[in-house]
């Protein structure tokens, strides 16, 4: 397979970037210093493209390289790639579904602590000396709070399990109420918001769930409730996040994606009841190996002619 052209748009995980070299010719576009000219060079080498949450195939690039055969994402959401184009035009996709729910789900439980319990608040108390000045303020008890949940897949329920030791009632929205399911289903994000104290985005991001998290839900959450967001940036209308968080009308919020990511609104930076991650959701060393193992399993079973272990399209 070393003949086989497999581009990768921006540095992603050493490993994964290690293993693809051992088995094909790995172009790595961000170390190349003009890239269109690279793209058009090359274009006819290249039969593999790895994605993740920042780089996927949008149209232009699928357009660029004629003889793509897959898109293999090195994440679980696949929202900046195509889905349609690659369809029309018989690309498969792979993502890494399952290793990285645990993680993710272990974080956003991290981050419902983290700021009703403010234990980031209090570190820097502590690092500060001002410890040895006066007492710490008291903060909110998570154990028992109403945990709502927009989006049931494997995350969500993941999550879902982990609020329940806690002794959280769970709640949730997704596009149907599910079957199987105990928890209490809101047919809207409003009507979730307005009942309970953490609302929780865990769905996929696409054009019906852009935007989920907006004014109104804002206000149904209230001055006493929080957000959690470990899905994707634009899931929130992130200015009226913002707004609501410095006016105080919403409680708190823990975030680890954003709109614009790097960038994160700078106004959120003075405020202690927001707890502010890098989007680590998947990001201990463990859950990224398998997803790199994942990921280079589906491309040498697309290659060796096998069934893709976890296919989209
Ligand atoms: C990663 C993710 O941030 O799986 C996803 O959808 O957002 C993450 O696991 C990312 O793709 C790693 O580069």
Not at 279 to 303: C, K, P, Q, W, Y
């Amino acid at each position: 397979m070393e003949s086989i052209g497999v581009l990768m748009p921006i540095p992603m995980n050493s490993y994964l970037e290690g293993e693809l070299e051992k088995r094909f010719n790995l172009f790595k576009l961000w170390t190349v210093p003009h890239k269109a000219q690279f793209l058009k060079e090359n274009a006819d080498s290249v039969r593999a493209v790895i994605g993740n949450s920042s780089s996927g195939a949008d149209a232009d690039l699928i357009d660029a390289l004629p003889k793509l055969e897959i898109v293999a994402s090195f994440s679980v959401g696949i929202d900046k790639v195509d889905l349609k184009k690659c369809k029309e035009k018989g690309i498969r996709v792979t993502n890494t579904p399952d290793v990285l729910t645990e993680d993710v789900a272990d974080l956003a439980i991290g981050l419902m602590l983290a700021v009703l319990r403010r234990l980031c608040e209090s570190d820097r108390f502590v690092r500060s000396g001002k410890w040895k000045m006066g007492d710490y303020k008291l903060t909110t008890k998570f154990t028992g709070k109403t945990v709502g949940i927009i989006g049931l897949g494997r995350i969500g329920q993941a999550i879902a399990t982990r609020a329940e030791a806690f002794n959280c009632p769970i709640s949730y929205h997704s596009r149907s109420q599910k079957a199987d399911v105990k928890h209490k289903y809101y047919p809207t994000v409003v009507e979730l918001a307005a009942n309970c104290d953490i609302l929780v985005v865990a769905c996929p991001l696409t054009e019906e769930t852009r935007h989920i998290i907006n004014r109104e839900v804002i206000d149904a959450l209230g001055p006493k409730g929080v957000l959690i967001n470990i899905g994707r940036g634009p899931h929130v209308d992130e200015s009226e996040l913002v707004s609501a968080l410095v006016e105080g009308r919403l409680g708190g919020a823990g975030l680890d994606v954003y709109q614009n990511e790097p960038e994160v609104p700078e106004e959120l930076f003075g405020l202690e009841n927001v707890v502010l991650l890098p989007h680590v959701g998947s990001a201990t060393v463990e859950t990224r190996t398998a997803m790199a193992d994942l990921v280079i399993g589906n491309l040498e079973a697309h290659f060796l002619k096998k069934p893709l272990l976890t296919p989209v399209v």
